[in-house]
């Protein structure tokens, strides 16, 4: 049998940059405020409305728009793209739906970056909205069934039959929960349960909320969001934002989560975040399509890692996969915690936080878990979320990688080339996606 | 000119009782009155804006969409129509076309003043017209203008006139409106106007009609939100009202760009027409 020569090895080139360009979202709201009426395709098509007026990308043809909502209806399984034709975006842009938990926005992000790197796309929407106050309510999956049973049913007789079927219990509706589908706890219950394994103080705790509201509420009166928030529905400032918070009011809140544990609970309102309303944009692009738009490139978007943990197994705590994500991630870049300026760990709850510090803090785990000689390394707190995170700014799931994103990556141009930030979220399903930002 | 300022802008509901209460006396007037009637700082409501967003399937933005600021402001034109010296009886009138001239869209941040008058009553071949023009202004910035033409069926005052519209040829459409039975009870619970003629069959038969009949202006509107994005921040808004559409009803749409001219051409029918227009950017 003739041998075949091996095929040249393709000539492999770098992929250029992806930088973010800007951002736009609407102010979050906490859930039943005055967004309780405006849908994910209001919010969602308010925020791009915003970010088109900002850059003046009226009637413009985007590569694509990407976006999600973790709590969706079935009949917005095109969301972004309804979204984009009721924008002033050209009807011409594509778009697409993203699903991935509270990763979503970082998720589309990292997608959409990745498709400019390799030359796919010149320019980019990555998106998120959510809401819990118009969320989908479904019916019972019994009364669903019986439901299409009725529908194929064809002489009087088969649709009484399927209609007899029907019990008032099938009737109640049933809301979406934050609950995991198979450990049957909500994202609280699971986090408490991480926070006892750690030994988290509700002190500790209320300390990392206090910051975020102090530092949120500083950046607002800087005018730091002035060119990245759009109000909406009378809304200027995030609704959840208490400038005067302090820790005696914080320590004052009875707890909420880990109640039925021999552990002190320490999980307060305070110090977890609200289920929020809202939405957020990322413009992104290629160098030469942003100065063809005169468009100044704030920071490009370098590299990403996702990570899973055994959280239905015990193993690892719900939100503890970044723990695992960033180490893989700094390794392949040959980069350590000390090379970062910015920091942003996504506050889900203020322990997910210290959690998360803990663990790369620890020698133990650092040996047994990650691989290592010894503890991963520490964060400076000063570095850490600096202009504030969810506990302050409120959490609507999907639009948190947005907010993140363009907040950051405004702070890394403003403090100039060099300058390097690292971007962790966790998320439902024991999920976590990170990533590296550097200024442009 | 009479300016009357109303403290607030009318319910459309007492304005059409009073109005049926005094159409039993005789009117003895051939002449509009020498009257406007004004409303100050007026602001939309955000709950209810998104109510009438969600009903036009417009996206719930803080811009007021042109039918909406009509929603807002016709009534005070209607409070001059059922003045007992006003010439054609408000009830039963019909309308026939609805020209809006949009300069810049007012936000839910807005305070705005109304100022209606109703001008050129001239013969229809049916009867008699009547131009009600509403002018929205913020401060002395005049930011929407409307102008609304009824039609008295039966009442000439100065003869009859001629049908100068182009007869309709059905065009390929874009799309379709479903609409239920229920539609001219939801556009009236979100516009205020509750006229019988839209809300049931019974109410409408008393009136006349088969069937209950939808809002001519919501129709109008629909069209409007159909055109999306693309109207741009300024721009004429023009419809012309045929057949009413009997509910319930799919109609057929097209809501398409009008080419070179620019802007799009707008036309709704059934077996009949119901509806042509256009929305026409301006510079």
């Excluded at chain 1, 989560?257 to 290629?286: E, I, K, R």
């Excluded at chain 2, 049916?126 to 509403?134: A, E, I, N, R, S």
Aim: glycine fraction near 8%; charge should be negative.
């Amino acid at each position: 049998m003739a041998r075949r020569t091996p095929a040249a090895a393709p000539e492999t080139t770098l992929p250029r940059a992806a930088y973010v360009l800007g951002g736009n979202r609407i102010p979050f709201a906490r859930a039943g405020g005055p967004y309780a009426h405006a849908s994910n395709q209001d919010m969602l098509t308010a925020a791009l409305d915003g970010l088109v007026a900002r850059y003046g990308l009226q009637g413009e043809r985007i590569g694509e728009v990407a976006a999600g909502a973790v709590l969706k209806h079935s009949r917005d399984f095109n969301l972004t793209r309804e979204s984009v034709l009721g924008s002033a975006l050209s009807a011409e842009t594509p778009a697409y739906d993203v699903q991935m938990a509270c990763a979503t926005g970082l998720e589309t992000v990292v997608s959409l970056s990745n498709k400019i790197r390799l030359g796919q796309l010149e320019s980019a929407i990555a998106a998120g909205v959510d809401t819990t106050s118009d969320a989908p309510i479904a019916v019972s999956d019994r009364l669903r069934r019986q439901l299409l049973d009725l529908s194929r049913a064809r002489s009087a007789g088969q649709k009484l039959a399927a209609l007899a079927k029907i019990r008032p219990k099938d009737l109640a509706p049933s809301a979406p929960r934050t609950s995991e589908p198979r450990t049957h706890l909500s994202m609280g219950e699971h986090q408490a349960l991480t926070t006892a394994q750690w030994g988290i103080t509700q002190a500790a705790q209320d300390e990392v909320a206090l910051a975020s509201h102090q530092r949120l509420a500083a950046a607002y009166d800087d005018g730091f969001f002035d060119d990245l928030v759009t109000p909406f529905r009378g809304l200027t400032r995030d609704a959840n934002l208490r400038a005067d918070s302090s820790l005696e009011k914080l320590a004052s809140l009875k707890p909420t989560f880990g109640l039925g544990l021999d552990t002190p609970a320490t999980m307060t309102a305070g110090n977890s975040t609200p289920l929020s309303d809202g939405a957020s944009t990322v413009l992104l692009g290629s160098a030469e399509w942003a100065a063809a738009h005169d468009l100044v490139p704030l920071a490009s978007v370098v590299d990403s890692e996702a990570a899973a943990v055994d959280f239905v197994h015990g193993v690892d705590g719900l939100l503890m996969a970044p723990v695992f994500a960033v180490p893989r991630l700094l390794e392949r870049n040959g980069l350590t915690l000390d090379d970062f300026d910015l920091v942003e760990i996504h506050e889900a709850f203020a322990s997910t936080v210290l959690t998360i510090l803990a663990a790369w803090e620890s020698e133990e785990f650092g040996r047994t878990r990650l691989g290592l000689d010894g503890a991963f390394g520490s964060v400076d707190r000063a570095r850490l979320n600096v202009h504030g995170s969810s506990l302050a700014a409120g959490h609507p799931f999907a639009a948190t990688g947005g907010r993140i994103i363009a907040t950051v990556s405004k702070e890394l141009h403003r403090r100039g080339p060099g300058t390097r930030a690292l971007v962790s979220i966790c998320a439902a399903g024991g999920l976590g996606l990170t990533a590296i930002l550097e200024a442009a | 000119m009479t300016v009357v300022v109303l403290p607030d802008v009318p319910g459309l509901g007492g304005l059409y009782a009073r109005a049926a209460a005094s159409s039993v006396r005789p009117r003895r007037q051939t002449d509009l009155p020498d009257v406007a009637y004004v409303v100050r700082s007026v602001r939309a409501d955000p709950a209810h804006l998104t109510d009438y967003q969600h009903l036009l399937a417009e996206s719930a933005s803080d811009l007021l969409p042109a039918g909406y600021v009509h929603v807002l402001a016709f009534p005070v034109a209607t409070a001059l129509m059922a003045r007992a010296d006003f010439p054609l009886p408000l009830v039963g009138l019909v309308h026939l076309s609805n020209r809006v001239t949009q300069h810049r869209p007012l936000s839910l941040a807005d305070t705005f003043d109304v100022h209606a008058t109703a001008t050129n009553l001239r013969a229809h071949r049916t009867g008699t017209q009547v131009d009600l023009v509403t002018t929205v202004s913020v401060g002395d910035d005049v930011t929407w203008r409307g102008v609304s033409t009824y039609l008295a069926k039966g009442v000439f005052l100065q003869g009859a006139g001629e049908d100068d519209r182009s007869p309709f040829v059905p065009p390929v459409p874009t799309g379709q409106w479903v609409l239920a039975s229920d539609t001219g009870r939801r556009y009236a619970a979100v516009s205020g106007d509750h006229n019988p003629i839209h809300l049931s069959s019974l109410t409408a038969k008393a009136f006349g009609f088969p069937r209950a009949i939808a809002h001519g202006m919501y129709t109008a509107s629909l069209a409007l939100a159909g055109v999306g994005a693309a109207r741009g921040d300024a721009f004429d808004w023009s419809v012309d009202f045929f057949k009413p559409v009997l509910l319930p009803s799919t109609v057929s749409v097209r809501i398409a760009s009008a080419g070179t001219a620019g802007g799009f051409d707008l036309a709704a029918w059934t077996s009949v027409p119901h509806l042509t227009g256009n929305v026409t950017p301006t510079p």
